[in-house]
């Protein structure tokens, strides 16, 4: 049972960790508020939802009214997507696309929540998920990255800034997790996973263990830990070579 959390919006909740993160939350007995694309599977989940494109400015200004009338005090930025491949074969469409949700999306519910827990004077957290990919300069997937660092680097800036006012920002850096994710960025290829791939369940027990402890950044797990560090000891051109060997069979 969670002492300390009563309802938490979750985004990205219909698939991978998003949704262990809802069950695992849901067995602690915390309200869940819940949010995705796939109207069926939000359906059969068996909580408050609202589908949602985060894509989709309209769409994402009236889910965050719907979440905040429920009044959270958990509010948890999940929902990402990335692609793999040379970036000047994206296109506009896809660009725009991944920039709205990874982090246009992310940075207008962090600021409405914010907003919310400061107004009402109101204990609250806000967690955002980023990925260890921030950590390293990333070929073939460099938007996403790119994404993800500004994640990174606006949860703790904000951290920083709004602690003090009882506002905690967190930032979860997860390493490759099996998850509907990989192959979404690889368009549907089959995609085999690094011995390193952790479960969804595993990635949904780590964020918790961060929530608990109000940890500001949290990379996990310590082989990921370990390997940026044996990697900040590489030659660049051989870390490099590295990444952009794993991800060619993606493409
Ligand atoms: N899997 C990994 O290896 C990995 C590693 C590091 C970080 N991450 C990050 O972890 C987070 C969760 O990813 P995951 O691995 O659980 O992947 P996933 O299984 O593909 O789940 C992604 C979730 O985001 C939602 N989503 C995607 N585009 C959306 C849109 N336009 N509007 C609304 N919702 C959207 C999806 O919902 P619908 O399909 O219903 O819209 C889905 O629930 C992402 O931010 C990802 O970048 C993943």
């Known amino acids: 049972m969670s002492k300390k959390y009563k309802c938490a919006f979750i985004t990205g909740a219909t698939s991978g960790i998003g949704e262990e993160l809802a069950k695992l939350l ?32 309209t769409q994402r200004e009236a889910l965050f009214s719907w ?3 429920h009044q959270p005090d958990l509010w948890i930025n999940n929902a990402g ?16 696309s991944m920039v709205q949700v990874n982090m246009t999306a992310l940075t207008e519910g962090t600021h409405k929540a914010l907003g919310y827990f400061l107004e009402k004077e109101r204990r609250g957290t ?26 990174r680097q606006l949860t703790i800036s904000l951290d920083a800034e709004y602690r003090q006012r009882g506002v905690s920002l967190l930032v979860s850096l997860p ?16 995609v085999s996973y690094p011995p390193l791939a952790m479960d969804s369940r595993f990635a949904a027990k780590e964020i918790w ?3 608990e402890r109000s940890k500001r950044e949290h990379r996990f797990d310590w082989r990921y830990r370990f390997l940026q560090r044996v990697q900040a000891l590489l030659p660049q051109s051989v870390a490099d070579s590295i990444i952009t060997r794993a991800l060619k069979k993606r493409i």
């Open 81 to 96: 997507f990335g692609l793999y491949g040379p970036f000047d074969q994206l296109s506009e469409q896809e660009i725009e």
């Open 175 to 190: 390493g490759v997790v099996k998850t509907d994710f990989q192959s979404r960025a690889a368009r549907g290829k089959a």
């Open 67 to 69: 979440a905040l009338s």
């Open 126 to 151: 806000i967690l955002n998920v980023s990925s260890m990919s921030a950590h390293f300069a990333f070929p073939l997937g460099a938007l996403y990255s790119a994404t993800k660092s500004y994640v």
């Open 209 to 211: 263990r961060q929530i």
């Open 26 to 57: 849901a067995n602690m007995g915390v309200e869940l508020l819940l949010t995705g694309r796939n109207e069926e599977k939000l359906k059969s989940m068996g909580h408050p939802y609202f589908a949602c494109d985060l894509a989709d400015k």
